[in-house]
Nanobody, 121 residues
């Protein structure tokens, strides 16, 4: 499975951005898909995930970010609204996580290359 993340860039605080993660190869619509991010000088952290039973969000993005999946296109999206400077990070998409532990990055099998989102104040 190959994951290609795109959509990063520079955005002003309060603005919006949509990231895409296109999956190719031996994909499965049952895969848990997640987004993680790594800010400068910090460890990579969970942002959101989508499973067959629902969606999960980190408290820091709840109400502002929305994850969605287009199974026909093998693509997962991350709609980010009301962006803050602290959302600045490299965003990674991941696939193959555990539907019981969707927040645990060590359970994901496949990772994209990351896309940088910079939020200016």
């Amino acid at each position: 499975v190959q994951l290609q993340a795109s959509g990063g860039g520079l955005v002003q605080a309060g603005g919006s951005r949509r990231l895409s993660c296109a999956a190719s190869g031996r994909t499965s619509t049952s895969y848990v898909m997640g987004w993680f991010r790594q800010a400068p000088g910090k460890e990579r952290e969970f942002v959101t995930a989508i499973t067959s039973s629902g969606t999960y969000y980190a408290d820091s993005v709840k109400g502002r970010f929305t994850i969605s999946r287009d199974s026909a296109k093998n693509t997962v999206y991350l709609q980010m609204n009301s962006l803050k400077p602290e959302d600045t990070a490299v965003y990674y998409c991941a696939a193959g996580g555990s539907r019981y532990y969707p927040r645990e990055q060590r359970r994901y099998d496949y990772w994209g290359q990351g896309t940088l989102v910079t939020v200016s104040s």
